[in-house]
């Protein structure tokens, strides 16, 4: 079920403070764990280290990007892959 429009899309308040104050300065990194938080165009261009449940991961915010959740482009899960014997 997706968002009343009325409401608006859902982007954290404290990643939307610091998004406000590196407006100034787009080098800086900024850390979230909110995977649910909405992309928009303030985000554009910006640096972000997501954290997936044990790491942070760096993404960085380009225009495709945009209307789409933050844990859309975040892996939680390790890709299994099955070893190979060594013949001698």
Do not use: A, C, D
């Not at 409401?7 to 308040?13: A, M």
């Not at 554009?44 to 789409?68: A, C, P």
Request: hydrophobic fraction near 35%; avoid cysteine; glycine fraction near 4%.
């Amino acid at each position: 079920m997706s968002r009343v429009k009325w409401k608006g899309p859902h982007i954290s308040n404290k990643l939307l403070k610091e998004v406000k104050n590196t407006v100034s300065n787009p080098k800086t990194v900024l850390k979230t764990s909110s995977k649910n938080s909405i992309i928009v165009p303030k985000f554009i261009g910006l640096k972000l280290q997501i954290y997936n449940g044990k790491t942070f991961i760096n993404l960085k915010i380009i225009e495709e990007m945009l209307h789409h959740k933050l844990g859309e482009f975040i892996t939680t899960r390790k890709q299994f892959s099955y070893k190979k014997k060594k013949n001698k």
